[in-house]
Nanobody, 115 residues
Framework: QVQLVESGGGLVQPGGSLRLLCTAS????????LSWYRQSPGNQRELVGT???????SIADSVRGRFTISRDNPKNTAYLQMNNLKPEDTAVYYC?????????WGQGTQVTVSS
């Protein structure tokens, strides 16, 4: 069992930045991958980006150049740095961990981009 806790969401103006944190209850180096998803009202949950066991990252086309994923293994924490935020980035952001054959989810953190 892996518990994930997201934090760092909030209200930000267009063009602003936020950094989301996902803290795991275990050594994240042992996870297959950590991913960030987001879901806005009326839409399906979409993959924002992933960092795999080896540290390689991938980012969705819709946020490439603005969002980056990183991790701090000793802190068991993954980060989603979001820059130049747009109103369409408004969503609940979820952390996902793949460990063996299982998937684990955090409770989500709300990001609202509005003037």
């Amino acid at each position: 069992q892996v518990q994930l806790v997201e934090s760092g969401g909030g209200l930000v103006q267009p063009g602003g930045s936020l950094r989301l944190l996902c803290t795991a209850s275990m050594n994240i180096f042992n996870l297959n991958s950590l991913s960030w998803y987001r879901q806005s009202p009326g839409n399906q949950r979409e993959l924002v980006g992933t960092i795999n066991k080896g540290g390689a990252t991938s980012i969705a086309d819709s946020v490439r150049g603005r969002f980056t994923i990183s991790r701090d293994n000793p802190k068991n924490t993954a980060y989603l740095q979001m820059n130049n935020l747009k109103p369409e980035d408004t969503a609940v952001y979820y952390c996902n961990a793949a460990f063996g054959i299982h998937q684990y989810w955090g409770q989500g953190t709300q990001v609202t981009v509005s003037s």
